[in-house]
């Protein structure tokens, strides 16, 4: 039942996280102009590693519009060939990568394909961050987003180091930290 529901909720989440994405890059002028020149081409985001005890999670794929922006591309549009590029996130331990991603970390990716977009990808990830607190500031003003976001700050590292040390008691007995 559990793989019903998220076979039903994965595409609501899938475009949550695309709106994300282009938010996050559409503050970023540089951002769009280094992807603009790839309109057309696919990428696929794959979590490897995925612990067996959750539901599964399908891959996202992903178009560049002209805009230098992304748009989810739904498995009846989905192109039967190779995406472009096929980006390779590890969510061995999810808690502990979405904790380090709300930190500003630099997630643990692998990346294959074309290698121009693959770069581009790179640099994107290298450089580009979603500044929340400035998000929070058009909403509750400067001084109160300032003080959510160092609270913020604060819990995503607690939670983060939290996270990494729960990992160590996966059911392989590895270190996933």
């Given at each position: 039942m559990l793989q019903e529901w998220s076979k039903l909720l994965a595409p609501a989440a899938q475009d949550r996280i695309t709106l994300l994405l282009n938010h996050v890059m559409a503050r970023e002028p540089v951002a769009t102009a280094r992807l603009a020149p790839h309109t057309g081409k696919t990428l696929q985001l794959h979590l490897s590693g995925w612990p067996a005890l959750l539901p599964?999670?399908?891959?996202?794929?992903?178009?560049?519009?002209?805009?230098?922006?992304?748009?989810?591309?739904?498995?009846?549009?989905?192109?039967?060939?190779?995406?472009?590029?096929?980006?390779?996130?590890?969510?061995?331990?999810?808690?502990?990568?979405?904790f380090a991603a709300l930190s500003?970390?630099?997630?643990?990716?692998?990346?294959?394909?074309?290698?121009?977009?693959?770069?581009?990808?790179?640099?994107?990830?290298?450089?580009?961050?979603?500044?929340?607190?400035?998000?929070?500031?058009?909403?509750?003003?400067?001084?109160?987003a300032h003080q959510l976001g160092r609270f913020g700050r604060a819990a995503a590292q607690a939670m983060a180091t939290l996270a990494r040390q729960a990992g160590r008691f996966m059911p392989d007995g590895k270190d996933r930290a």
């Open positions: 599964v999670v399908p891959d996202l794929q992903l178009r560049i519009t002209p805009a230098g922006l992304l748009e989810r591309v739904d498995d009846a549009q989905a192109p039967r060939q190779e995406p472009d590029l096929r980006i390779e996130l590890d969510a061995s331990n999810p808690a502990a990568a979405a500003g970390a630099r997630p643990d990716v692998r990346v294959q394909g074309d290698a121009q977009l693959a770069g581009d990808f790179n640099w994107l990830i290298d450089h580009v961050r979603w500044d929340i607190e400035d998000d929070l500031a058009a909403i509750t003003g400067p001084a109160v």
